[in-house]
């Protein structure tokens, strides 16, 4: 634009000059605007990075307090008793189900009507009974402790609220009305007394627990057969062994410290390593990750068992094998695929997919498939099921890429060489373009754990790490994720508070997924570009 | 002489219009639905009245009976000895009326051979202690328990009423809606869930009885069902006034007619 200085005056025949506003030119402005969007995209992208962060981190001290109050207001101490009185309900749930088998064998095999089923099986209800009873004096114990254990924690969370209360009226400058704020001071110590002073009745009742299940245990009615025998010789065993932990757990609860630290090490392992998700409970609420992680990578690991055959031998065959008329129509039917929105596959799934393939698990003929017959619709298969249909177009286009970049004098030496088409493409095209394809993969899976609609409405919305003794049956279970949980929780919980933070710190982890696929992506596809040749 | 009456007929409703502006705040449960819906019938039989409805919790409804602010609050509660004490304290004499009761189904597959569960029942499957139908007297077969996600008010007023504030079972699923969750007990035989009661007429499920009482009008009232509460008008004294002809509307044939159409059971 500007003439060197030094350069003597060039004559030009066209004397205009180019139309200028504010002194820049059009190619200035075009140049200022897309400079411009480049900038404000990388602005926002760090604004979302530092607001994710900022919100989530939070979540840590705030978790170390939840479980310092869980301590000090003795919740967990009332834990030990509640985990007793669970297991007890566990075994009763083993003898209710040996009723239900003893019940099917009677009535299938031996043609009994159901009330003289009933009948043979009124010694076992007996026996069962008698067994069950056995725990109340420690659940009415337990039942009392919560509700003191829960007093304490409410008293202290309104005294909390009663803080935070003042402090906010004090930043509105209104001192009178936070000096008329009441304060209540919850003192832990003396407010736990009458829970810990409860331990020389607990051990009471704990002895003479002890003592009426093993006298109940030997009446246990004789099983009709071999199988079912073991089976109640088993749980005769699984008793036995129960109170024999009772001492351990007195012992525990004896040495148990209501002063102890929680460090905010324990906060961060009780989310990574966490076992539960439980919120909005009126005792305890957990953010623990794993059962929703766990969900999520089922969830993709079945889709990519489905896509990735899928999306790579497409690819192969539209690369290699397929005539130009083929290609035509295969290339743009797949890429149409990524064009449906999530939410209508999600409708897809609960109204037609997850419908057949429930009834199709019902078949006599298809009992043989691990998890068959399932009765819950929504499962991990049918969520995997339709994100392998998103992950089918994503691996497709770019491992197509992949071996479209292999370059053809491989090709062409290997035919010159004498190797068939199919030898060509196993030997020669196929490991030439392995980086790519894995790269595609990690693509295609980080494309899926990110997928949000669809498990929300088809992975079934159960919190809980599924049953990995199902073996692959497994896959027929609900499972709940880390995506569908952000989705589901996010618009209602209030602002700031522990859930509000935790369901943040889930997205940073996400966050971290799709950072690391991409990032070993990028490096698989640079080290390894052509891996032979 | 005409022109002169029309004119004078005018500014009377003018000014009738400025007087009769009725102001309702509390609870979202029943300003959610019910008493926009009451209104909107309302002025349409009067369409001089106008209304300003704030549906902010119980609590801010309360509130604003005692400071003066509002002609009626509404409130899914009732009063606090705290709340009642503080409003005498200002002059203002809470008075209670009864909307209509808020009920909650439970629900189960229509091939279920139960017809009804107990209250122990219904607690021991919500919170996991019992997994198989066999053991409430059913036909063999796992439990699938829906259940409402963890952020609605259903899903915390449930843990309330049925399950002594014990958690839910983890194998609960927890399922976005009340249709949700009809529509999956309608596919599974061995589902249960709860819904509230403009749900309940759905095809494939059915209406459990809890300790032999259905959520009807009847037992409601008896309180013999147990999972239902009932929700409130407070107002400053006896209402009179536009405020008193809007509760009447409200207890009148067409208003209950409302309230059971929305899911609430009426209690006239």
């Known amino acids: 634009m500007d003439s060197k200085p030094s350069a003597p005056e060039p004559t030009f025949k066209i004397k205009k000059t180019g139309k200028r506003f504010l002194g820049l030119s059009l190619d200035d402005f075009v140049r200022s605007f897309f400079g411009g969007n480049a900038l404000v995209s990388v602005i926002v992208l760090a604004l979302i990075t530092v607001f994710l962060f900022r919100e989530g981190f939070g979540f840590f001290g705030q978790n170390q307090q939840n479980l310092s109050t869980y301590r000090q207001a003795g919740l967990e101490y009332v834990d030990y008793m509640k985990r007793q009185v669970d297991d007890h309900t566990a075994l009763k749930r083993y003898l209710s189900d040996l009723r239900v088998r003893q019940f099917t064998k009677l009535k299938t095999e031996q043609g009994l009507e159901i009330r003289e089923v009933n009948a043979a099986l009124s010694s076992f209800d007996d026996f069962a009974w008698d067994f069950s009873e056995t725990v109340n004096p420690l659940r009415n114990m337990v039942s009392d402790l919560t509700e003191t254990a829960s007093a304490i924690k409410t008293k202290f969370l309104i005294s909390e609220d009663k803080k935070t209360e003042r402090k906010q009226l004090l930043q509105e400058g209104q001192k009178e009305a936070a000096a008329r704020v009441q304060q209540i001071e919850v003192d832990f110590d003396t407010e736990i007394q009458p829970i810990l002073a409860t331990l020389p009745s607990y051990r009471e009742i704990n002895t003479t627990f002890a003592q009426e299940i093993v006298s109940v245990l030997p009446r246990a009615p004789q099983m009709p057969d071999a199988a079912l025998q073991e089976r109640m010789d088993r749980f005769v065993a699984m008793a036995r062994a129960y109170t024999a932990t009772f001492p351990a757990i007195e012992k525990e609860m004896a040495t148990w410290d209501p002063h102890e630290e929680v460090a905010l090490s324990s906060s961060f392992s009780a989310f990574i390593f966490g076992r539960d998700w439980l919120t909005a409970s009126f005792w305890q609420d957990w953010y623990g990750i794993i059962p929703l992680a766990i969900g999520s990578l089922m969830v993709s690991v079945v889709a990519l068992v489905l896509a990735v055959p899928l999306g790579i031998g497409a690819a192969i065959y539209v690369n290699q094998v397929a005539s130009d008329a083929e290609k035509k129509l295969i290339k743009p039917c797949i890429e149409f695929i990524s064009a449906i929105p999530s939410v209508v596959l999600g409708f897809f799934g609960i109204a037609v997919l997850g419908q057949a393939l429930r009834l199709l698990s019902q078949q006599p003929w298809a009992e043989f498939i691990p998890g068959f017959p399932f009765s819950e619709r929504l499962n991990i298969l049918t969520a995997g099921c339709l994100l392998a249909l998103i992950a089918v177009p994503t691996i497709f286009t770019l491992a197509e890429d992949a071996i479209n970049n292999v370059p053809r004098p491989f090709k062409e030496a290997s035919m010159a060489l004498g190797a068939s088409r199919l030898q060509t493409i196993i030997r020669i095209i196929v490991p030439a373009s392995l980086s790519g394809i894995i790269s595609a993969v990690l693509l295609g899976f980080g494309r899926v754990i990110g997928e949000t609609m669809v498990v929300l409405l088809c992975a079934g919305n159960r919190i809980e790490i599924p049953d990995f003794t199902a073996g692959l049956g497994v896959v027929t279970q609900p499972v709940h994720t880390m995506t569908g949980i952000i989705a589901q929780e996010m618009g209602e919980v209030v602002h700031g508070s522990i859930h509000y933070r935790a369901l943040f710190v889930v997205g940073i982890v996400l966050f971290f997924l799709a950072l690391i696929i991409n990032y070993l992506a990028q490096k698989i596809v640079r080290r390894y570009r052509i891996s032979i040749g | ?268």
Request: net charge positive; hydrophobic share 40%.
């Open chain 2, 1 to 268: 002489m005409k022109k002169l009456l029309l004119i004078a007929a005018v500014a009377l409703t003018a000014v009738s219009l400025q007087a009769q502006k009725l102001v309702i705040k509390g609870s979202d449960t029943l300003g959610a639905k019910l008493v926009p819906m009451l209104a909107e019938e309302y002025r349409a039989m009067y369409p001089g009245v106008s209304f300003e409805i704030a549906a902010e919790g119980s609590t801010t409804g309360i509130a604003a009976i005692i400071d003066g602010t509002a002609d009626i609050g509404m409130a899914s509660r009732a009063a606090k000895s705290t709340e009642i004490s503080a409003a005498q304290a200002k002059g203002v004499s809470m008075t209670e009326t009864i909307v209509c009761f808020d009920g909650i189904a439970v629900i189960l597959n229509s091939n279920s051979p139960l017809a009804g569960l107990s209250e122990r029942q219904v607690q021991q499957i919500f919170t996991g202690d019992v997994t198989d139908w066999s053991a409430v007297g059913g036909n063999p077969g796992t439990i699938s328990v829906y259940t409402r996600n963890t952020s609605s008010g259903t899903y915390s007023d449930f843990k309330k009423l049925a399950m002594n504030k014990r958690d839910y079972a983890p194998s609960s699923q927890k399922m976005a809606g009340n249709e949700q969750i009809v529509s999956e007990v309608a596919k599974n035989p061995n589902g249960i869930g709860y819904v509230g009661l403009a749900y309940v007429k759905a095809e494939g499920i059915k209406v459990a009885s809890i300790d032999g009482a259905l959520p009807t009008k009847e037992s409601v009232v008896a309180k013999a069902y147990p999972y239902a509460r009932p929700t409130f008008y407070y107002t400053n004294g006896e209402p009179t006034g536009e405020a008193a002809k809007f509760i009447d509307f409200t207890h009148s044939k067409k208003g209950q007619e409302i309230a059971a159409k929305v899911g609430f059971v009426p209690v006239k």
